[in-house]
């Protein structure tokens, strides 16, 4: 009997060994999983950047890179913010899921990536697709470019004429009521939201 339940103990030791054979550690993903991994632009360019490199990089060099893209810019010209903001959620979050998926080997105590059994399958991809940002910046930046100002300066804009407008009643230069003022401020910001 004891020798039966060794037996039984050697095979499912054998059967957990298979389980765990490289073969299905290196399967490619699923099209729905790549495509999750896809979703976010700071993957992607994670991505990217470990496939050019085609070696182990340091993360900081990863988070720059991703942080230049991302503010269409270079390395060199990125503010200590800008660098901030992308390198804690690669750190966190975007680097961990995919070590997790095998895209890349993720050193998070040395702050080393290298490329994962999986990276080669992300390649086609992103060898089709040229490096941009979310489609939504693609077209505030065309809008920016037709209009000739930004969404951004127009809605400072608005927030400097209600400021000024607000300014000029409490100091008693503008003798406006409380609700015209209001109207007027608040017909300012729907006038600018409508124009989008």
């Given at each position: 009997?004891?020798?039966t339940?060794?037996t039984n103990?050697?095979a499912?030791?054998?059967d957990?060994?298979?389980?765990?054979?490289?073969?299905?550690?290196?399967?490619d993903?699923s099209?729905?999983d790549?495509?999750?991994?896809?979703?976010?632009?700071?993957?992607?360019?994670?991505?990217?950047?470990?496939?050019q490199?085609?070696?182990c990089?340091?993360?900081?060099?990863?988070?720059?890179?991703v942080a230049?893209k991302?503010?269409e810019?270079t390395?060199e010209q990125?503010?200590?913010?800008?660098?901030?903001?992308v390198?804690?959620?690669l750190?966190?979050?975007?680097?961990?899921?995919?070590?997790?998926a095998?895209?890349?080997d993720y050193?998070?105590?040395?702050?080393i990536v290298?490329?994962?059994?999986r990276l080669?399958?992300?390649?086609?991809y992103l060898?089709?697709?040229p490096?941009e940002?979310?489609d939504a910046?693609e077209?505030a930046k065309?809008?920016?470019d037709?209009t000739?100002?930004?969404?951004?300066?127009q809605q400072y804009?608005?927030?400097?004429?209600?400021l000024?407008?607000?300014?000029?009643s409490?100091v008693?230069i503008?003798?406006?009521?409380?609700?015209?003022?209001?109207?007027?401020?608040?017909a300012?910001f729907?006038?600018?939201?409508?124009?989008?």
């Amino acid at each position: 009997m004891s020798m039966t339940a060794a037996t039984n103990q050697s095979a499912n030791a054998s059967d957990a060994g298979d389980s765990e054979s490289p073969t299905e550690e290196t399967a490619d993903l699923s099209l729905d999983d790549a495509f999750h991994i896809l979703q976010t632009f700071r993957r992607r360019e994670t991505i990217r950047y470990v496939l050019q490199a085609d070696d182990c990089v340091k993360m900081r060099d990863v988070a720059e890179h991703v942080a230049a893209k991302e503010h269409e810019t270079t390395v060199e010209q990125l503010l200590s913010d800008e660098r901030q903001r992308v390198y804690i959620p690669l750190y966190q979050s975007h680097l961990p899921k995919l070590d997790e998926a095998g895209i890349i080997d993720y050193d998070k105590p040395r702050g080393i990536v290298r490329p994962g059994e999986r990276l080669e399958q992300f390649r086609q991809y992103l060898d089709s697709v040229p490096s941009e940002t979310d489609d939504a910046m693609e077209e505030a930046k065309e809008e920016e470019d037709a209009t000739g100002t930004s969404v951004n300066d127009q809605q400072y804009a608005a927030i400097g004429v209600s400021l000024s407008l607000l300014l000029a009643s409490v100091v008693g230069i503008l003798q406006l009521p409380g609700l015209i003022l209001g109207v007027i401020i608040t017909a300012l910001f729907v006038l600018e939201t409508a124009a989008f």
